[in-house]
């Protein structure tokens, strides 16, 4: 059974930074492409980054490039979310997700795998 479970959401200022982590099981991890999403309420669930199958190809939505750095461990089964100078508007619920395609995907439905979330707030 493949379970993704995020954790080291919570509070932060504007302008700091936060780091959030997902660690991978049921699933052979170097064979996956990771990405993270997010979903603010009421919006659509929107794509922050992929890292390619061996983290070393990654692509970043346009809202967050240059601020946002994604990695990959294969060897924990970690893929984690570094997220510098963050703004209000950055504030949602980040999920971490896997698909099996080569190449970067940044639709949600090209992702077979999900996990619960875990909230980021950033305050003004």
């Known amino acids: 059974q493949v379970q993704l479970v995020e954790s080291g959401g919570g509070l932060v200022q504007a302008g700091g930074s936060l780091s959030v982590s997902c660690a991978a099981s049921?699933?052979?991890?170097?064979?996956?492409?990771m990405g993270w999403f997010r979903q603010a309420p009421g919006k659509e669930r929107e794509f922050v980054a992929q890292?390619?199958?061996?983290?070393?190809?990654?692509y970043y939505g346009e809202s967050v490039k240059g601020r946002f750095r994604i990695s990959k461990d294969n060897a924990a089964n970690r893929v984690y979310l570094q997220m510098n100078s963050l703004k209000p508007e950055d504030t949602a619920v980040y999920y971490c997700?896997?698909?099996?395609?080569?190449?970067?995907?940044?639709?949600?439905?090209?992702?077979?795998?999900w996990g619960q979330g875990t909230q980021v707030t950033v305050s003004s």
């Open positions: 997700a896997g698909h099996n395609f080569l190449g970067v995907e940044t639709a949600p439905e090209k992702y077979a795998y």
């Open positions: 890292i390619g199958r061996e983290g070393n190809n990654v």
């Open positions: 049921g699933l052979t991890f170097g064979e996956i492409a």
